[in-house]
């Protein structure tokens, strides 16, 4: 079965340090999404991308960058860690580009704490 | 720029009891909506979506939603309440053109036996 996947689960981090989340999905889907989950502020998008090669940023990606050189990973980079960017992170796909009414499948989230 | 508002952040409801969530949207035009449900330590999943056919939306685990256009209103409801339905439920909206998702703050629902 298709499925989307993000490793690490959880990860503790030390302010400064580079961290890099993994997103891999084999739905064969277009479109890539990263998002960060914070109590009080519901799913925020960071970076998202409609292909190969393209990316762009979201609502809140200060301090993060993607790149997508296959269809299947989505990256994301924290270039020098921040407490404020403890949080829950979660990928999610979608196959078609334009239109605006595909579902998103969602990963099962990565748990970041930076210290 | 496009808005959802959902109002409660936390909604309990005896078990068997209807559950009503409620969603507001902010938007120039008719949006395509959407409500995902989060079970716990989990990633989202779709509900139902509207996508301009019927306003009556009917999704999973006996939930539905009316689109209402006068109202800006995109309610989530389930006539009898089960313990598996405690989760957090997100309400989101998208432009039609793009696949980008603005998700509300999220409801919590609780479920008293």
């Known amino acids: 079965d298709a499925e989307i996947t993000q490793s690490p689960r959880h990860k503790i981090t030390e302010t400064g340090r580079q961290v890099t989340l993994a997103c891999h999905q084999t739905w064969n889907h277009n479109n890539m999404f990263w998002y960060r989950q914070d109590l009080g502020h519901g799913l925020r998008l960071i970076h998202y991308s409609y292909g190969v090669h393209d990316t762009n940023k979201g609502e809140v990606s200060d301090g993060y960058s993607v790149s997508r050189s296959n269809t299947e990973d989505l990256p994301l980079t924290l270039e020098s860690a921040a407490s404020s960017q403890t949080s829950v992170y979660f990928c999610?796909?979608?196959?078609?580009?334009?239109?605006?009414?595909?579902?998103?499948?969602f990963g099962p989230g990565t748990r970041l704490t930076v210290l | 720029a496009q808005s959802v508002t959902q109002l409660g952040s936390h909604v309990s409801v005896s078990e068997g009891a209807l559950v009503l969530l409620r969603c507001n949207y902010s938007?120039?035009?008719?949006?395509?909506l959407f409500w995902y449900v989060q079970y716990p330590n989990q990633g989202l999943q779709l509900l139902l979506k509207y996508t301009s056919a019927a306003t009556l939306v009917k999704g999973i685990n006996g939930f539905e939603a009316e689109f209402k256009k006068s109202e800006t209103s995109f309610h989530l409801t389930k006539p009898s309440a089960h313990m598996s339905d405690a989760a957090e439920y997100f309400c989101?909206?998208?432009?039609?053109?793009?696949?980008?998702?603005?998700f509300g703050t999220g409801t919590r629902l609780t479920i008293i036996p």
């Open positions: 989101a909206v998208s432009d039609r053109g793009n696949e980008k998702l603005t």
């Open positions: 999610a796909s979608s196959g078609r580009v334009g239109g605006g009414a595909d579902t998103q499948y």
């Open positions: 938007s120039s035009v008719p949006p395509y």
